[in-house]
């Protein structure tokens, strides 16, 4: 009889086993399904464009929606929203090039960097100093 009790004692310790080894298979398949849902929050994050893609994309939208040249970008902010740029346009081209007709857009975009709005801000000759810029004088 001694025998069987070791028999069932070594039965009962592979049951338990067995029980921990499916147990830890468990927990390692919600670990890993818990890292998938962190590569794919992480990755609907990362989604969001880099700051070089938003520039291009926004002059390129301004291009096409007002038909003028986006020549630079002056500014440029990250906000909650998405981001604020201000776009140097050439709006009126003139013979010498100094007396072109430039504006600055201010350019709203979302998150994803898609154009929202925009307005000029001013319009100035490409020849001209910003007063803005030399101390208002």
């Given amino acids: 009889m001694a025998m069987s009790n070791t028999?069932?004692?070594?039965?009962?310790q592979g049951s338990q086993q067995s029980s921990r080894k499916t147990q830890?298979?468990?927990?390692?398949?919600k670990q890993q399904e818990a890292q998938g849902a962190q590569r794919s929050q992480e990755s609907q994050e990362s989604r969001r464009p880099r700051p070089m893609e938003v520039l291009r994309e926004a002059r390129a939208q301004l291009?096409?929606?007002?038909?003028?040249?986006?020549?630079?970008?002056?500014?440029?902010?990250?906000?909650?929203?998405?981001?604020?740029?201000?776009?140097?346009?050439?709006?009126?081209e003139r013979v010498p090039d100094t007396m072109s007709l430039m504006a600055s857009y201010q350019v709203e975009l979302d998150?994803?960097?898609?154009?929202?709005?925009?307005?000029?801000?001013?319009?100035?000759e490409r020849g001209r100093a910003d007063a803005r810029g030399s101390g208002g004088r």
């Fill in 63 to 92: 291009a096409e929606l007002t038909g003028m040249t986006a020549e630079s970008v002056s500014s440029f902010e990250q906000t909650e929203e998405g981001w604020t740029l201000e776009v140097e346009v050439l709006e009126l």
């Fill in 111 to 124: 998150a994803e960097g898609q154009l929202t709005g925009y307005r000029r801000a001013r319009r100035y």
């Fill in 24 to 29: 830890k298979s468990q927990e390692a398949q």
């Fill in 7 to 12: 028999n069932n004692t070594s039965e009962s």
